[in-house]
């Protein structure tokens, strides 16, 4: 079964940091992308971030760039999320989820994990 | 970045009903276009890939259309277990996004 379990949510102070983990089984991890999306309490899903299947490329949204930064271990099979300079309105549920793509088809975001809370607050 | 704009931002509907929910792109994006659906505390589950393509395992009650910036969700026969909210989401440029989503609740 492919499954995704994220950890390494929890509260913390405005400024500080955070690493968020997603540990991968079921499937073949070094051949996908991986993304983080996030969900403010109430609100709608949001693109964090993406890495390639090697780690090599990364891509981030506007909104975190130059605090977060994505990574991953191909031989633990585990995708990373480190979060510096927390704000408040980083507070959201955040998924990790598996790329899956098609020429002429696009790409897609399939499974996801169950998510992490991540709580800025002082 | 790529606008999604989904309509009803929410809808009542029936067990046994025929819904559709409407997706804008702010731009053309082809068939980049993915549905998904999420329950409550619970994580996106992915039911169309492509604008139209079923994912494994989703029912066929679900059904998917639309290119370039105009796109359609459409749920044949609603069942109890449909009653959850719904986004769209493009994959035509980076960053990817999504539409603000679209809650079905049970009338």
């Known amino acids: 079964e492919v499954q995704l379990v994220e950890s390494g949510g929890g509260l913390v102070q405005p400024g500080g940091s955070l690493r968020l983990s997603c540990a991968a089984s079921?499937?073949?991890?070094?051949?996908?992308?991986m993304q983080w999306v996030r969900q403010a309490p109430g609100k709608g899903l949001v693109w964090v971030s993406r890495?390639?299947?090697?780690?090599?490329?990364?891509s981030y949204a506007d909104s975190v760039k130059g605090r977060f930064t994505i990574s991953r271990d191909n031989a633990k099979n585990t995708l990373f999320l480190q979060m510096n300079s927390l704000r408040a309105e980083d507070t959201a549920v955040y998924y990790c989820?598996?790329?899956?793509?098609?020429?002429?088809?696009?790409?897609?975001?399939?499974?996801w994990g169950q998510g992490t809370l991540v709580t800025v607050s002082s | 970045d790529i606008q999604m704009t989904q309509s009803p931002s929410s809808l009542s509907a029936s067990v046994g009903d025929r819904v559709t929910i409407t997706c804008r792109a702010s731009?053309?994006?082809?068939?980049?276009l993915n549905w998904y659906q999420q329950k409550p505390g619970k994580a996106p589950k992915l039911l169309i890939y492509?604008?139209?393509s079923l994912q494994s395992g989703v029912p066929s009650r679900f059904s998917g259309s639309g290119s370039g910036t105009d796109f359609t969700l459409t749920i044949s026969s609603l069942q109890p277990e449909d009653f959850a909210t719904y986004y769209c989401?493009?994959?035509?440029?980076?960053?990817?996004?999504f539409g603000q989503g679209t809650r079905l609740e049970i009338k």
């Open positions: 989820a598996r790329g899956r793509s098609m020429p002429n088809l696009g790409n897609w975001f399939d499974p």
């Open positions: 079921g499937f073949t991890f070094s051949s996908y992308w």
């Open positions: 890495v390639s299947s090697d780690g090599r490329s990364t």
């Open positions: 731009q053309s994006i082809s068939n980049y």
């Open positions: 492509a604008a139209s």
């Open positions: 989401q493009q994959t035509y440029s980076t960053p990817p996004t």
